[in-house]
């Protein structure tokens, strides 16, 4: 099993910057995908960016040239850098881990808040 740890997140005007940090601990952690999923009130989850255990990167198209996912692995971590944030990038993140050798075995991380508004 593995468990996340994430901080981060917070309030910033348009245009703004915040970083989100997550942290996998347990059984095989560098064998997962790490990356971040948000949702939006009245919105269905979705993929932001995410980094496997070999570091390919993917993003989200509306996220691209703004977000930079980064990953330590030898600390199991992984960074979201968000810049230029724009008030449709509200909404709860996510933690998320997706084991690359294993389908559906898959962690969540309790979600921070990131708002973005005047």
């Known amino acids: 099993q593995v468990q996340l740890v994430e901080s981060g997140g917070g309030s910033v005007q348009p245009g703004g910057s915040l970083r989100l940090f997550c942290s996998a601990f347990?059984?095989?952690?560098?064998?997962?995908?790490l990356g971040w999923y948000r949702q939006a009130p009245g919105k269905q989850r979705e993929m932001v960016a995410t980094v496997t255990s070999s570091n390919r990167l993917q993003y989200t198209d509306s996220v691209n040239g703004r977000f930079t996912i980064s990953r330590d692995g030898a600390k199991n971590t992984v960074t979201l850098h968000m810049n230029t944030l724009r008030p449709e990038d509200t909404a709860v993140y996510y933690c998320h881990a997706d084991h690359d050798y294993v389908v559906g075995r898959a962690y969540w991380g309790k979600g921070t808040q990131v708002t973005v508004s005047e």
């Open positions: 347990g059984n095989q952690a560098s064998w997962y995908s």
